[in-house]
Nanobody
Framework: QVQLVESGGGLVQPGGSLRLSCAVS????????MGWFRQAPGKEREFVAGVRWIGSTTYYADSVKGRFTISRDNAKNTVYLQMNILKPEDTAVYYC????????????WGQGTQVTVSS
């Protein structure tokens, strides 16, 4: 089992920045990829960014490339999502998720943290 707890959401003005954190605990040795997803009201959940638990490979949705950066600190078992130049369309609940080795989907999810971009 893997437990995930997000933090760092809040209200920010357009053009501002926020950093989300995801604390990871449990069977971390079995993690293959960590990801951030988001779900806006009335929309389906969408992939935002991903990072391999071992190594430096990262993945981004086109809508956030150049503005968001995913990173991890294995010593702290924490994954971050630095969000810059935020836009109103970035408003959503952001979820941290873990994909374990040997599976093709994200098996573990956090409870989510609200990000609201508004003036």
């Amino acid at each position: 089992q893997v437990q995930l707890v997000e933090s760092g959401g809040g209200l920010v003005q357009p053009g501002g920045s926020l950093r989300l954190s995801c604390a990871v605990s449990g069977r971390t040795f079995n993690i293959y990829t960590m990801g951030w997803f988001r779900q806006a009201p009335g929309k389906e959940r969408e992939f935002v960014a991903g990072v391999r638990w071992i190594g430096s490979t990262t993945y981004y949705a086109d809508s956030v490339k150049g503005r968001f950066t995913i990173s991890r600190d294995n010593a702290k078992n924490t994954v971050y999502l630095q969000m810059n130049i935020l836009k109103p369309e970035d408003t959503a609940v952001y979820y941290c998720a873990a994909q374990v080795a040997g599976t093709v989907k994200y098996d573990y999810w956090g409870q989510g943290t609200q990000v609201t971009v508004s003036s």
